[in-house]
């Protein structure tokens, strides 16, 4: 089973301030998903990476893949209340692409 | 936007008795998956499913579990004989070509 550590647990910041969330595993990765998760809710899509050391924006969410296809990061500019959420990575393993789930990250956002 | 459906919400079960838990996949997609989430834990992967047979497991998707895909659009993971410790929120997931999982609400399993 591979694992993925995500960093911090838990992150609470006020309005407008800029975070960046980390996934890193010792693991190589077919794929990295960024989720996000509402308590009793399934995970919702956010972006799909898939080639080394690509990046990907998606309005103020900026993706990374790591060069080596072990790591990613979230960085959110100027979050706002409503990204306040639990937030999931899940690599890939190629094949039919099992998805491993990371500890996630817990953010709220004050406003 | 076509969406992963899956019934029922919430089923409540006692220890021993058989479930079935019901997904249908967004349409035109190819690969099918179970996963399973424990109150406070992270989300693990079941099994796949792909062209009628099982694709991979995990050492959890043991003898007590299996998966149909019955018709053209049902998926469904039956738990013969239900433990305690069966009790999660199970999240079906389908994809065109195994990048991009959507994942359905999940159902919530609790065995009494």
């Known amino acids: 089973t591979q694992l993925l550590e995500q960093s911090p647990q838990f992150l609470s910041i006020q309005e407008g301030e800029n975070l960046t969330v980390y996934c890193n595993s010792s693991s190589v990765f077919s794929s990295l998903q960024w989720y996000r998760q509402e308590p009793g809710e399934g995970p919702v899509l956010l972006v799909t990476?898939?080639?080394?050391?690509e990046v990907k924006k998606l309005k103020r969410l900026t993706f990374q893949f790591g060069d080596a296809r072990k790591d990613s990061s979230l960085h959110i500019t100027a979050a706002q209340p409503g990204d306040t959420g639990l937030y999931l990575c899940?690599?890939?393993?190629?094949?039919?692409?099992?998805?491993?789930f990371g500890t996630g990250t817990r953010l709220t956002v004050i406003p | 936007e076509p969406e992963v459906t899956q019934t029922p919400s919430h089923q409540v079960t006692q220890m021993g008795q058989e479930v079935i838990l019901r997904c249908v996949p967004i349409s035109n997609h190819l690969y099918f998956y179970w996963y399973r989430q424990i109150l406070g834990q992270k989300v693990e992967f079941l099994v796949s499913?792909?062209?009628?047979?099982?694709?991979?497991k995990s050492e959890i998707f043991d003898d007590q579990f299996s998966v149909e895909r019955p018709d053209g659009s049902n998926f469904t993971l039956k738990i013969r004989s239900t433990k305690l410790e069966d009790s999660a929120m199970y999240f079906c997931?389908?994809?065109?070509?195994?990048?991009?999982?959507?994942f359905g609400p999940g159902t919530r399993l609790t065995v009494t």
């Open positions: 899940a690599g890939g393993d190629g094949g039919a692409n099992n998805l491993f």
């Open positions: 997931a389908s994809t065109v070509a195994t990048h991009e999982q959507y």
């Open positions: 499913f792909y062209n009628n047979e099982i694709s991979e």
């Open positions: 990476v898939v080639t080394g050391g």
